[in-house]
């Protein structure tokens, strides 16, 4: 008898020079690369998106004439960390049912200088989500802030994918 093995992720490039990741849930992805396939496990992948988001909205705010922006690690995890929270219990704001702020999160990872946050649901590519943002007066005004110096973005993909974007003063 001939024992299958479990399914696993992988990352492949496929013919037109996308990633294209599955985990055998139905809910595979595709992101833009031209970088060589490699194999990669979920929290790879998830770094990878999120640094991708990243890069687009410094790409946006260089071509607006603002100061790109450094990730930080307290910001990442505290995005990370309201994404899940997100789809866990299954809320879409930037106070939690518990009434803790974005602030008070940043803080609570460790952050001092926390400065605005953006959320989004649903958009499968970090393309998309930068393109919704765009698109909100109130979350490209917090993209393109000239104040800004740092940030951190986490995406949950439980029921989303589940985008949250904070930024930092230092």
Do not use: C
Request: proline content about 8%; aromatic content about 10%; cysteine-free.
């Amino acid at each position: 008898m001939t024992k299958v093995p479990p399914p696993r992720r992988f990352h492949e490039l496929n013919e037109d020079d996308d990633y294209f990741v599955g985990g055998g849930s139905g809910r595979d992805a595709l992101t833009r690369s031209a970088r060589p396939a490699v194999s990669i496990g979920p929290d790879t992948y998830r770094t990878h998106l999120e640094d991708t988001v990243v890069r687009l909205t410094n790409q946006v705010r260089v071509k607006a004439g603002v100061p790109p922006l450094e990730i930080n690690e307290l910001l990442r995890q505290a995005a990370r960390s309201h994404s899940a929270d997100m789809a866990r219990r299954r809320f879409f704001s930037h106070n939690d049912p518990d009434g803790v702020t974005p602030f008070e999160r940043m803080w609570a990872h460790g952050y001092a200088e926390p400065a605005a946050e953006n959320l989004a649901h649903g958009q499968r590519q970090p393309q998309q989500v930068i393109h919704a943002w765009l698109n909100s007066p109130g979350h490209r005004a917090n993209l393109l802030h000239p104040d800004f110096a740092t940030i951190g973005v986490g995406v949950h993909f439980d029921s989303g994918p589940w985008w949250t974007q904070n930024f930092g003063y230092e």
